[in-house]
Each structure stands twice: as C-alpha cells, then as structure tokens.
C-alpha cells in the first residue's frame, strides 16, 4: 500500500508509509512533516518534478492533503465493500464497482495541484455517470462539514488541524481502575451510522434505558439495516466528551456470551482513530437490543441480543 503519486522508495519495506506514520504520532500533519523532511534531503535528481517551487510549508500541505484524501479513500472503500459483502455480493463483483473510483483517486499529484496547492477530490467520482454503482447514496450522504461536526474520529480533517506530536489511537482511554462511581451512572446514547453520527439527533432518538440498576446494566432496542450498523457510545450530557468505544475488534455478533470489552476516553477525540462497534446486517431488517454494563473492577461491558430473531453462534 501507499499513497497517490508516491512512489515506495527502493529497497523499502512495503510498510515505509507506517513508519513515517508513528514517527509523525499517527496524524496527517504530523507524517506529512516528517516526509517532507525526508523529500527535502533528496538530491536534485531523484526529487519529483511536482516538488520543484514548492516550499517546504507548501509542500508539507500538500502532503497533508493527499494523505487525507487517500486514507478517505481507503475508509470509503471498505466501508462500501463491507456492506455490500454484507448483502452476499460476491467480492470481485463489489470491486468492479470501486475500481473506477481507486483508478481515479490514484491519480498522480501533479494533477491536483494547481497554483502550488493540492485540490481533494474525494466524493468528485459518484457525481459521474460512470461510478453511480459505486454509491447510489450520494446525493444523501452528509457533507464533510457536518460529518466533522457529527462524528470526529471517523472523520480524518480533524487530522489536518493537528499537532506534529498527536495522540495515538488510544490516547484518552480509561483502564477499569481509573473508573469512577460517576461514570456508572452516566446516561449513554447511541451514536453512528443510524443516526449520521448526529450526538444531537441521537439524544432524541437514541438513549439507553437503565435495564438493571444494581449492575449498573442500561438498553437500548433499535433497528439494524439489511447493510449492518456502525456506532459508538456517547454521555448523552457531554457528548463525545465521554465515550465507549471497543477495546479490540469492533464486530458484535448477536448473544450474550458474545460481549466485547469497552474502553472509556474522556476529552478531545484523536485524530480519527478511533474504532466503532459493528453489527452485522442479516440482508433484511432486523431488530436488535445493545446492552452495556459498567463496573468499578471490570469496565464496560457491550453486547447485543437479537429481540426478532435467531441469535449467532461464535
């Protein structure tokens, strides 16, 4: 893997981009900073040619912007690829979908600069003809500006604005030990992909209900489109100021004995980093109900019961 335009150096391991993504703490700003030092030391001769002109506070936005864009991209995609295999689309045909897509956001970087300025095109592609497959939704997908607003780790400009030295994936994250009786008893709402990552949208529509108060237990009953459900858990009074989000691997499958380990974070959100919880559509409607439990020794707990239906094995 790699970026637009940005050819592996040679003898490289094929993950150079993730290496230069740690030393620049895993924001945008910050790798970009790091590889434009490093493509500043180049000699004359092995630098591309879209850097002449450019200085080094130009270049370095430059780069920024096409990271942001690329890994957009990869977010895009997969996403896409995701609900479509959901639906048991077999995968070559899903990929013959984004392909266009892929093609067109691979493009070279001098062909989106223009006055020593990058210019994004994501979302340019589904307004064409030719990529209508690829997203039929466009038209009512949420813009860039209310999805930074909605759901800031999911969205990477919050990356843009970063500091060099950024916060890691788990940057904020609370151990069980550094619980408080208060976080036990917080009102939690559910914040995602049914609701367009609105916290204000899902404080009308999405609050959990306490199910058992001794276990400091609360529930939730919602809707799962045939494509699945993404989320996270918010305080329904501060918002993305507090938040589960899963410890590991997002996937909730359906049953009891199929919970995941949340962790807690308090305070600003990464630089899209972090993970959401999953749960896979059975290509219809269905209903669920998502259970968290908290405790002072053990975290949070989440799962979710099918209340319409069969529940999943392992």
């Not at 945008?28 to 200085?55: F, H, I, N």
């Amino acid at each position: 893997g790699g970026l637009p335009g940005l050819a592996q150096p040679q003898g490289t391991s094929a993950l150079w981009f993730m290496d230069l993504a740690a030393m620049g703490g895993w924001t945008a700003r910050g790798t970009a900073k790091v590889l434009q030092e490093r493509m500043q030391m180049l000699p004359d001769d092995a630098r591309p040619a879209w850097m002449e002109g450019l200085s080094p506070r130009n270049l370095e936005e430059v780069l920024t912007q096409v990271i942001l864009e690329a890994v957009e991209t990869a977010t895009s995609v997969q996403d896409y690829i995701d609900a479509q295999r959901a639906k048991g689309r077999d995968f070559d045909e899903v990929y013959s979908d984004v392909k266009p897509y892929l093609d067109h956001m691979s493009r070279p970087i001098s062909e989106g600069l223009s006055g020593g300025e990058y210019a994004r095109s994501v979302g340019r592609p589904f307004d064409e003809p030719s990529a209508a497959a690829f997203d039929p939704d466009a038209d009512r997908r949420p813009s860039q500006e209310t999805l930074l607003r909605h759901a800031p780790h999911r969205n990477l400009a919050v990356a843009a604005a970063s500091s060099a030295a950024g916060a890691s994936a788990s940057a904020g994250a609370s151990p069980p030990g550094q619980w408080t009786p208060e976080d036990l008893d917080e009102p939690l709402m559910l914040v995602g992909s049914c609701n367009n990552w609105s916290a204000e949208d899902a404080q009308r529509t999405h609050q959990f209900s306490v199910s058992d108060a001794s276990r400091h237990e609360c529930t939730l009953r919602l809707s799962v489109p045939p494509s699945g459900l993404h989320f996270q858990i918010l305080s329904a009074e501060r918002h993305w100021g507090w938040r589960l989000s899963p410890s590991g691997k997002g996937s909730l499958k359906r049953g009891r004995d199929q919970l995941l380990i949340a962790s807690l974070a308090r305070g600003p959100v990464p630089d899209g980093a972090q993970r959401d919880f999953k749960v896979r559509g059975l290509g219809t409607e269905s209903m669920v109900e998502v259970k968290v439990s908290r405790s002072l020794d053990h975290g949070a707990a989440v799962w979710c019961v099918a209340s319409d239906g069969p529940e999943e094995g392992s």
